[in-house]
């Protein structure tokens, strides 16, 4: 059994099956090569073939991290994000000074997030099969690797890990998912029903029928960014969702030999070591499936709703344009010759009416990067990132299944995203910076193949493989960052361009008024 004891009889006789020495999932994990029953964490893991973190380490794709001593450290990250949101704030206040004909700039910057927070939804799961491989030996690759990590990941794990101690496992992540997107609703739809009270209350009267104009639109308002947020939180954590809900489903599961004769299996719950798969060894297996089944209909409903209503609400919005189009010519027709400017005058102010047709905000934030005949494109785009996060999680990056869905799925993609050109064209950049995204993926893919298939490759091969690896993934991000600072660029550009614009607009009405007097 290759333990070393000082006691060992040699006259011992051992008829029963012997203990199968399993490889731990991550080589650095494990002091021992593999090949010894007895196993030996490396600091900072523990439990079932080391797979667990420590208590004073944080986990982030798999690999453990110390937490730090000071607090300062945490302050520091807060102030970073901190900047972040005040960078975002100031973008949005800049959006309000400058006219409508100018926002491409801002579509330009939401594609820009969208693709770069696409590419990582999708990513962050592939690079955390990649910390199981035996890349080259070069502290550089290492080094390289976590800077392609996302340190972002990092500031989030740290406070509830270190701080919080809050070590969830799957089931428990799943849990509290939910529970934000059930208190996000919640809390919307309380704001909403709230600010319905406050205005009758303010007005004195019982029926939302009697109140002014003023505060229907007041509760417009609120209802459209009730929505909005509501749809931001769902949106944002579909991926997240998706991927959780899948790593509790029944057949996410990796089964183990404990001996090795092949008699005695167990199976485990691939995302998490500590849990078994069997109900023997899992009393709450019934909770857990029916957490699964619940998490596996927002999976499916969530964006097969948004498609329904998205394409009712723009079915509505055409068919009010359309009577308003209609309305407006048939009212310049029927008008006598010198009635016609003023009633074109009256039409144009007739603001109200055509304000509020509109699709709604979070209805928008979908389709705003796109051309009108593909406003579905984004709902496509999720479906693509939930399959990939399915067969990631479900049958494991090492399988050959995974390997060819994925491989189809992004060849798929890129051809359809380079022929059918979906989105503006005030936005080509961004749309080769996404065809360059799914290439980026595929290519991550496969990579991973080869290097799991590294003990039948020649050295240099696998290193050659391993630096197209980090220099694509890394062009990606530098693409997306050279794009977005571009875009600031041109935003405060034209910003200070409608400034002096108006400098020069009032310097000339103050000529005019001083003349005149």
């Known amino acids: 059994m290759k333990i070393k004891s000082e006691n060992y009889d040699s006259n011992t006789r051992y008829d029963n099956s012997m203990p199968m020495a399993i490889k731990c999932p991550r080589k650095e994990s494990c002091l021992n090569e593999g090949n010894e029953v007895e ?53 949005t206040y800049v959006r309000h000074r400058i006219t409508s004909k100018k926002y491409g700039i801002f579509d330009s910057i939401i594609a820009q997030v969208k693709i770069f927070l696409g590419f990582w939804q999708v990513m962050g799961g592939l690079f955390s099969a990649l910390d199981e491989i035996s890349w080259p030996d070069s502290e550089l690759f290492g080094n390289i690797l976590h800077i392609m990590e996302m340190n972002l990941l990092h500031v989030l794990a740290k406070p509830h890990y270190c701080l919080l101690n809050w070590n969830f496992d799957p089931y428990e992540k799943f849990l509290t998912g ?22 009758l209350r303010r007005n004195r009267v019982t029926r939302l029928s009697c109140i002014p104009h003023k505060e229907v639109k007041l509760i417009e308002k609120v209802k459209d960014w009730c929505q909005l947020v509501t749809f931001l939180v769902l949106f944002t954590l579909y991926p997240s969702i998706c991927s959780v809900t899948f790593q509790i489903c029944p057949w996410a599961c990796v089964p183990y030999d404990l001996d090795v004769d092949k008699t005695i299996k167990a199976t485990f719950v691939r995302a998490d070591l500590r849990y ?29 709703t948004l498609i329904i209503v998205m394409y009712r609400s723009l079915k509505k919005l055409a068919i009010k344009r359309r009577n308003t189009m209609t309305k407006d010519e048939s009212s310049t027709n029927n008008a006598p010759c010198n009635e016609t400017t003023e009633l074109l005058e009256s039409n144009n102010n007739f603001k109200p009416d055509q304000s509020s047709i509109r699709c709604p905000k979070w209805c928008h934030f979908l389709i705003e990067n796109y051309r009108p005949k593909y406003w579905y494109w984004e709902m496509i785009e999720l479906f693509r990132k939930m399959i990939q996060i399915f067969f990631l999680t479900v049958f494991g990056s090492g399988n050959d299944v995974w390997f060819a869905v994925t491989i189809l799925i992004s ?28 290439f980026s ?19 240099d091969t696998l290193k050659i493989a391993s630096i197209a690896l980090y220099v694509i993934n890394g062009l990606i991000i530098f693409l997306i960052l050279v794009n977005f600072l571009k875009s600031l660029y041109d935003i405060f550009k034209k910003y200070t361009k409608a400034k002096e614009d108006d400098v020069i607009l009032l310097n000339a009405a103050n000529f005019d008024k001083n003349d005149r007097d």
């Open 411 to 438: 060849c798929s993609f890129i051809v359809a995203q380079a022929s059918c050109v979906p989105m503006k064209e005030s936005l080509n950049v961004e749309h080769w910076l996404q065809v360059f995204s799914l």
């Open 276 to 304: 078994r798969c069997e109900g023997d060894h899992n009393p709450r297996k019934q909770l857990y499936d029916g957490l699964f089944f619940v998490g596996m209909l927002y999976v499916i409903f969530f964006p097969v």
């Open 178 to 199: 939910f529970s934000i997107l059930l208190g996000t609703a919640f809390i919307s739809a309380a704001s909403y029903w709230i600010t319905i009270l406050v205005v």
């Open 39 to 91: 196993t030996q964490c490396a600091e900072g893991y523990e439990g079932f073939l080391c797979a667990e973190c420590s208590g004073n380490y944080y986990p982030v794709f798999d690999r453990c991290y110390e937490c730090p001593d000071s607090l300062w450290n945490y302050l520091l990250e807060l102030v970073i994000m901190a900047l972040f949101i005040a960078i975002f704030c100031l973008l």
């Open 441 to 459: 993926i595929l290519f991550n893919v496969v990579v991973f193949f080869l290097l799991n298939c590294a003990d039948s490759l020649h050295s």
